[in-house]
């Protein structure tokens, strides 16, 4: 079965760091493209970023580019978010996800249960 | 950047027709992804690359695209088809993703 499981939220202040890992299984990790989305309480989700499955290719939304780092490990089957100068709009649930392709092409299957990251004072 | 704009909401009787749309400029162009999310659950792929379904997904999910609209039609809705559901691209002049803001079903 594929698996993925998010792990690392929890509290900080602002300004503060925390790293997120999702620890995959059921699937050569190595092969697969993988990225993060998060959803703030009540909201939509959102797009945070994408690694490709040799870490040649790496993608940041916006908001959190220079502040956010994506890295993989494909030797423990891992996935990481290195999340620095937390605000607190970057409350949310992070989700990670297994990205499936072709060309130009992605979608994303399966998707983690979430961890919630909580940026307060 | 690539906008994608969904109704807020769509209700629908059981064993009804329910249509979601998503607009984007000349979106037909793209692939469109669609995502259904359950209260306190994580999001499960129903519709990939406009109109192929996951294994798993009932038939009664189907999607088209074309033109500026992406649709999902969800057939012969049932109770259990209740919850968020939002559509995705790619957009490769940014190299960005982009979701719709989210679609919730209300089955009456």
């Known amino acids: 079965e594929v698996q993925l499981v998010e792990s690392g939220g929890g509290l900080v202040k602002p300004g503060g760091s925390l790293r997120l890992s999702c620890a995959a299984s059921?699937?050569?990790?190595?092969?697969?493209?993988m990225n993060w989305v998060r959803q703030a309480p009540g909201k939509g989700l959102e797009w945070v970023s994408s690694?490709?499955?040799?870490?040649?290719?790496?993608y940041y939304a916006d908001s959190v580019k220079g502040r956010f780092t994506i890295s993989r490990d494909n030797a423990k089957n891992s996935l990481y978010l290195q999340m620095n100068s937390l605000r607190a709009e970057d409350t949310a649930v992070y989700y990670c996800?297994?990205?499936?392709?072709?060309?130009?092409?992605?979608?994303?299957?399966?998707w983690g249960q979430g961890t919630l990251v909580t940026v307060s004072s | 950047s690539y906008v994608l704009t969904q109704p807020p909401s769509v209700s629908v009787a059981p064993g009804q027709t329910a249509r979601i749309t998503c607009g984007g400029n000349n979106i037909g162009s793209k692939s469109v992804h669609w995502y259904q999310q359950k209260p306190g659950q994580a999001p499960v792929l129903v519709v990939y690359d406009d109109s192929d379904r996951p294994s798993g997904i009932p038939e009664r999910f189907s999607g088209s695209n074309s033109g500026n609209t992406a649709t999902l039609t969800i057939s012969r809705v049932e109770a259990g088809d209740e919850a968020d559901y939002y559509c995705q691209v790619w957009d490769s002049s940014s190299a960005h993703v982009v979701f719709g803001g989210g679609t919730k079903l209300t089955v009456l």
């Open positions: 996800a297994r990205i499936l392709s072709y060309g130009d092409v992605s979608w994303f299957d399966p």
């Open positions: 059921g699937f050569t990790f190595s092969s697969y493209s």
């Open positions: 690694i490709s499955s040799s870490s040649s290719y790496i």
